[in-house]
């Protein structure tokens, strides 16, 4: 490759770097000191997050034009987009079935049988695609139906055969899922308005809600979607809907409490009020 044009290729897979890591970084801050709930769509989001973080870093080798002479069509690419296009995207739209099972089939898929999916799913994935970066390090080329004339990649056979085995437990796993979905549409267990204690207003609909969403009124949103853990509430969790009236062991300051307020030139004045 012309030099300068190998510039421009580094330039350009580089930045796409940047917007990767904002993601990242907002996957991360976004379940920072939270009170996570480990269900099995929690954890494939994880798994998502987990797997565009392994799969993202490798692709910065690849960014590299000098390094990338010796990874160019190797093992190593193929795990590399494998881990973040493949397995990443997977385990979003496999939480986005587990958490949303409810809402569609007004019942609850197994637990169990989720977690069950979920571990050997994620071990599967790293046990196929870990081997393939080391050799692809070696040079292992991809898009080849046999290597066994390569003398120099006959070292690598055990490594194969395990990303081979991986890759059929780690189909035989979605059998688990698949199972737990259909049984779960006709036999599991009736799924609550709102099962995962969410504040926003998609779990405020009835099962089949026809045109408009709700049967009747709108809901008039008055808080924000992160009430949760307020001080003096009785539940953990406060949905939008819920006006403030209705919550009032909540709603600080109290009324008649005294409210210290700043103004803009620093100096703070005491009123007493009710709160509104």
């Known amino acids: 490759m012309n030099p ?3 510039t421009i290729f580094t330039v350009l897979t580089l930045i796409i770097a940047v917007p990767s890591a904002v993601k990242i970084f907002n996957y991360v801050t976004t379940l920072w000191k939270g009170n996570i709930r480990f269900t099995p769509a929690m954890l494939f989001s994880i798994g998502l997050v987990s797997f565009f973080l392994t799969g993202g870093i490798t692709g910065i080798f690849l960014g590299n034009s000098a390094i990338d002479i010796q990874l160019h069509d190797t093992y190593f690419v ?3 987009f494998h881990l973040v296009m493949g397995s990443a995207s997977f385990f979003g ?5 587990y958490h949303w099972f409810p809402k569609m089939f007004g019942r609850m898929m197994d637990d169990r049988l989720g977690y069950i999916h979920f571990w050997f799913t994620f071990v599967g994935v790293y046990l196929v695609f870990f081997p393939m970066h080391y050799i692809g390090i070696a040079g292992f080329p991809r898009r080849y139906y046999s290597w066994t004339n390569f003398e120099t990649f006959s070292g690598f056979a055990d490594l194969n055969m395990l990303v081979s085995i991986s890759a059929v437990l780690t189909l035989a796993a979605q059998f ?3 199972f737990n979905f259909i049984y779960s549409i006709f036999r599991g267990k009736s799924a609550p308005a709102n099962p995962w204690n969410s504040n926003t207003l998609e779990w405020t609909t009835p099962r089949n809600p026809g045109h408009g969403n709700w049967p009747g009124e709108i809901p008039t949103v008055y808080r924000w979607p992160y009430d949760y853990s307020k001080p003096g509430a009785k539940e953990d ?3 939008q809907h819920i006006p403030y009236s209705e919550t009032p062991e909540s709603n600080l300051p109290h009324e008649n409490e005294l409210v210290k307020l700043e103004v803009n030139d620093g100096s703070a004045i005491v009123v007493e009020g009710k709160k509104h």
Request: cysteine-free; charged content about 0%.
């Open 4 to 6: 300068f044009l190998g």
């Open 237 to 239: 969790f406060i949905p």
């Open 176 to 178: 688990i899922f698949l």
């Open 78 to 80: 193929v795990a590399h």
């Open 93 to 97: 739209m496999v939480a986005g079935v």
